[in-house]
């Protein structure tokens, strides 16, 4: 799965950690390994000129989807079968999401997260303008990033036992400089 990711807004986020959710979420959603996404992070004026422009509404906005023109519209990009597919741009505006994150009471990095399964979601035709549809999208999107704050957390606890283990052993001279190589 290619994810492309370029950040314009001037604002260090962690971006291999946002890739991590955009390729969660396409996993989860059983996306064709071979489907090609673009992240781009933009400063307030950017997202406003977007926003004007593609939904004729006035400031910025946290995140929007673009979804590729090239799709067929009858099928969604995660329906089984499908092969390679280029899935459009999702664009976040972290200066806009760091006032969301605060009221949140959750880091930026978390909230740019959410927004990133969001724009997934959008790309693969979920919407909420309508009641149902906002149920079925959002509980799809809590249980994703639930999943995937799970997942990272177990890696995150996996990455820290290696390394504590890989002091201990080098403390008792087995670290692997030391380690025979194993005999065919």
């Known amino acids: 799965m290619s994810i492309e990711i370029a950040n314009e807004s001037g604002v260090q986020v962690d971006e291999p950690s946002i890739v991590s959710a955009a390729r969660f979420a396409l996993d989860r959603m059983g996306v064709s390994p071979l489907a090609e996404l673009s992240v781009l992070l933009v400063e307030l004026d950017v997202m ?10 006035p400031g910025p906005t946290d995140v929007m989807a673009f979804p590729m023109d090239e799709l067929d519209s009858a099928r969604r990009p995660d329906a089984a079968g499908l092969g390679p597919a280029l899935l459009g741009d999702i664009v976040l505006c972290p200066d806009f999401a760091k006032d969301q994150a605060k009221k949140a009471g ?20 979920y919407d909420h303008a309508e009641p149902a549809e906002e149920r079925e999208m959002f509980t799809l999107q809590n249980r994703i990033l639930a999943d995937f704050r799970t997942a990272a957390a177990e890696a995150e606890r996996k990455s820290a036992q290696r390394e ?9 001279g087995l670290d692997d400089a030391d380690r025979p190589e194993p005999t065919p």
């Not at 406003?48 to 509404?57: F, S």
């Not at 990095?109 to 990133?116: R, V």
């Not at 504590?164 to 052993?169: I, P, Q, R, T």
């Open 48 to 57: 406003a000129d977007l926003h004007q422009r593609w939904m004729d509404l």
């Open 106 to 125: 959750h880091s930026l990095l978390d909230e740019l997260h959410l927004l990133t399964v969001h724009g997934v979601l959008h790309l693969l035709g």
């Open 164 to 172: 504590a283990d890989s002091k201990l052993l080098g403390a008792v």
